[in-house]
């Protein structure tokens, strides 16, 4: 962008803010092609998040155990050293 010591956030580049603007909000420069969202949620779509949550959750949960595990492996490996080299 041009840097003239212009005030404003794109400075007087107006022509990239505009494309800027109409790429998020407009789909692309082709304004509206895609057609209208629906206004209501599907049973599938409703059901596919609720599983995504889950599926997201137990994810998680595998994570912080494998996380926990490694803790505890180092700690007796910690201590081990520590035994030995009493």
Do not use: C, H
Not at 2 to 8: D, E, I, R, Y
Not at 23 to 31: H, P, R, T, V
Not at 72 to 84: G, P, S
Request: a negative charge; hydrophobic letters at 40%.
């Amino acid at each position: 962008m041009n840097s003239n010591g212009g005030s404003s956030f794109f400075g007087s580049d107006w022509l990239g803010a505009f494309l800027i603007i109409a790429i998020l909000f407009g789909g692309g420069l082709g304004f509206g092609g895609r057609g209208p969202m629906p206004d209501v949620a599907t049973k599938e779509y409703v059901m596919d998040s609720v599983n995504n949550a889950s599926v997201q959750q137990q994810l998680s949960q595998i994570a912080l155990s494998s996380a926990n595990n490694n803790y505890e492996v180092a700690q007796r490996i910690n201590d081990q050293t520590n035994a030995l080299m009493q």
